[in-house]
C-alpha cells in the first residue's frame, strides 16, 4: 500500500446531472466534466505523479486519461477501482427505485455499510476490494500515484488509508473538482 498518493474523483457525468446511480454502468462526461478533469489535471502538473492508477470504468477512465496525458504519466486500468456495484439499481433515480423497490431506502438505511444493493455489492464487500487496488496501485506506481475513481469506492480508500470506521467512512464526500493528497494516513485538499 502507498504511503502517500493523490485520489481525484472523475469528472460529472451526464447521469450524475440526471441524479441517476451509475454503480458499474456508464454515462458520458459533460463538458463541465471534462473541464474539471482539464482542471484537477493543471492541479497535479507540479507534483511528481508519473502512474495514473484508474477504474476501468470510462468515466474514470476518460477522467484518467485527460490527466496522465497532461502530466507525461503511465496510465494503468485497476478493476479493483471501480465503482461499488449498484446492482439491479444502476441507472435508476431514488424516484424509480421508490417505485420499483419500495422497502429499499428502509432495509438501506437500517444498515447501510452492510446493506447490499439487489444483486451488487456493499461497502463492507468493497472496502475488501479497495485495499486490494491500493496494494496494486502500490507495486504498479514510480513516484506518487494519482488514483481515479468514484465517489463510494473513494470513501473506502479513504477509509483503510486514514484507518476509519465505518461510520466515519460512509460521512466522507468527494466533489468532482476536488484531489485528495493522503501522506501517512493524514488527508489534506491539493
Known amino acids: 500500500m502507498p504511503e502517500r498518493l493523490f485520489l481525484a474523483r472523475h469528472g460529472q457525468t451526464t447521469w450524475n446531472r440526471e441524479r441517476r446511480l451509475q454503480g458499474q454502468l456508464d454515462s458520458p462526461l459533460t463538458a463541465e466534466g471534462i473541464a474539471q478533469a482539464r482542471s484537477l489535471a493543471e492541479r497535479l502538473s507540479g507534483t511528481d505523479v508519473r502512474t495514473v492508477c484508474s477504474s476501468p470504468l470510462?468515466?474514470?477512465?476518460?477522467?484518467?486519461?485527460?490527466i496522465a496525458d497532461r502530466l507525461?504519466?503511465?496510465?494503468?486500468?485497476?478493476?479493483?477501482?471501480?465503482?461499488?456495484?449498484?446492482?439491479e439499481l444502476a441507472g435508476m433515480t431514488w424516484d424509480e427505485i421508490d417505485d420499483a423497490f419500495p422497502t429499499v431506502r428502509e432495509e438501506?438505511?437500517?444498515?447501510?455499510?452492510?446493506?447490499?444493493?439487489?444483486?451488487?455489492?456493499?461497502?463492507?464487500?468493497?472496502?475488501?476490494?479497495?485495499?486490494?487496488?491500493?496494494?496494486?496501485?502500490?507495486?504498479a506506481a514510480s513516484g506518487t500515484p494519482l488514483l481515479?475513481?468514484?465517489?463510494?469506492?473513494?470513501?473506502?480508500l479513504r477509509a483503510e488509508l486514514r484507518g476509519l470506521d465505518a461510520t466515519a467512512a460512509l460521512?466522507?464526500?468527494?466533489?468532482?473538482?476536488?484531489?485528495?493528497?493522503?501522506d501517512g494516513g493524514v488527508e489534506s485538499v491539493l
Request: charged share 20%.
Open 148 to 156: 481515479v475513481s468514484h465517489e463510494m469506492i473513494g470513501r473506502m
Open 108 to 139: 438501506r438505511a437500517a444498515n447501510r455499510y452492510g446493506w447490499a444493493f439487489p444483486g451488487g455489492e456493499s461497502y463492507a464487500q468493497a472496502r475488501a476490494r479497495a485495499r486490494r487496488a491500493l496494494t496494486s496501485c502500490g507495486w
Open 171 to 182: 460521512g466522507l464526500r468527494h466533489p468532482h473538482s476536488v484531489v485528495f493528497r493522503l
Open 58 to 66: 470510462g468515466r474514470a477512465l476518460r477522467t484518467a486519461v485527460i
Open 72 to 87: 507525461g504519466a503511465d496510465l494503468i486500468e485497476v478493476p479493483e477501482l471501480a465503482e461499488v456495484h449498484h446492482g
